[in-house]
């Protein structure tokens, strides 16, 4: 029998397929993705629709999907798809903007220290920068590999939506008691599980990554799960200027969230909606949220190598 990789199994299938998916945005959509540049979408939605824009939009890295431009010109053109996003952002919402670091003759540039003040001068308040870390991706050799990207969160007003519980993970000590004062004996910390924190250790999606299809950087779906769940309550809308294949409409469609998003090039729309329509299914085998990561035990042959450090 295949093995049940999805998060949680679902007795019975929604009653939704393939004719879920609209190309024209309407606030009712369960999903709409539009096919072509991401600010007709954009522009066609009503002023404070979405409750989250979550994206990663292209790095200008010269990827197969982008023409590289001069940093100037992808900053000017960055500020228009932002300008539109905050204008769709409801006076509850979040956008999420996640990057990495643009490379000039081997020096690197952090996009989000580029990005930064388009955001705060548009009145966005900055409320966590957050480190994601992956173990695999490009061997440097003449400076260390890098590891981590960011997403940086911004909402529009201090009136945000902000759901921990359910994005909560294990204790380290969840049996520590208090062992003086008034609570002595009780447990002392939230039975419920801890903060997160600011550091996301989720593996990218590389070669052996379940989730792996032919686009060269798409998300992993645990990590827009955690964002959902966070900064967005059930039916709110959740959209992805920048969609490649889809993953953040499948974040929103299994916590319940209606999704929009656009996608400028023909395979990876492809990609996104037969993706999306097996998530509609309840059948996308996606790595589910807060597995450990593998650790190898150091037995296997392939960890043996006379050359062991
Ligand atoms: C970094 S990838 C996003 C991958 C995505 N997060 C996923 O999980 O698959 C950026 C995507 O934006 C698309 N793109 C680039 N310019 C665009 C535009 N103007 N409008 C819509 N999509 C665009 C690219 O084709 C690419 O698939």
Redesign the pocket.
């Known amino acids: 029998m295949k093995p049940d990789t999805r998060q949680k199994s679902r007795s019975t299938k929604p009653d939704t397929d393939k004719s879920a998916i609209q190309s024209a945005f309407r606030p009712s959509n369960r999903v709409t993705l539009?096919p072509?540049?991401?600010?007709?979408?954009l522009r066609s939605m009503p002023d404070a629709c979405a409750d989250l824009v979550v994206?990663?939009?292209?790095?200008n890295i010269g990827?197969e999907?982008?023409k590289k431009l001069d940093l100037e010109q992808y900053v000017a053109?960055q500020q228009m798809?932002i300008h539109e996003c905050i204008r769709a952002l409801s006076r509850h919402g979040s956008i999420c903007w996640?990057v990495g670091n643009f490379v000039e003759n081997g020096a690197i540039i952090p996009l989000d220290t580029i990005l930064y003040p388009i955001f705060a001068d548009a009145g966005l308040k900055l409320r966590n920068r957050i480190i994601w870390h992956f173990e695999h991706g490009l061997h440097c050799a003449k400076r260390l590999s890098g590891r981590y990207e960011v997403i940086v969160w911004f909402t529009k007003t201090g009136d945000y939506i902000f759901n921990l519980d359910p994005i909560r993970v294990p204790q380290k000590y969840p049996g520590k008691k208090h062992f003086k004062g008034p609570k002595a004996g009780q447990y002392s910390c939230n039975p419920k599980g801890k903060n997160p924190g600011d550091i996301w250790a989720i593996p990218n999606?590389k070669n052996n990554h379940i989730e792996k299809?032919e686009?060269?950087?798409?998300?992993?779906?645990e990590l827009?799960e955690r964002l959902v769940l966070a900064l967005t309550h059930e039916g709110g809308l959740v959209v992805?200027?920048?969609?490649?294949?889809?993953?953040?409409a499948i974040a929103a469609i299994r916590h319940q969230r209606r999704a929009a998003?656009?996608?400028?090039?023909k395979k990876?729309l492809n990609?996104?909606r037969q993706r999306i329509a097996l998530e509609l299914n309840g059948e996308l085998p996606t790595r589910p949220m807060n597995k450990p990561i593998h650790q190898p035990s150091g037995n296997e042959k392939i960890s043996q190598s006379p050359f062991s450090l």
């Open positions: 539009h072509g540049d991401c600010l007709e979408l994206t990663s939009p292209p790095y990827k999907y982008e053109q798809v996640q999606v299809t686009h060269p950087c798409q998300f992993p779906v827009i992805d200027p920048f969609m490649g294949t889809g993953t953040t998003g656009a996608e400028i090039e990876y990609i996104a």
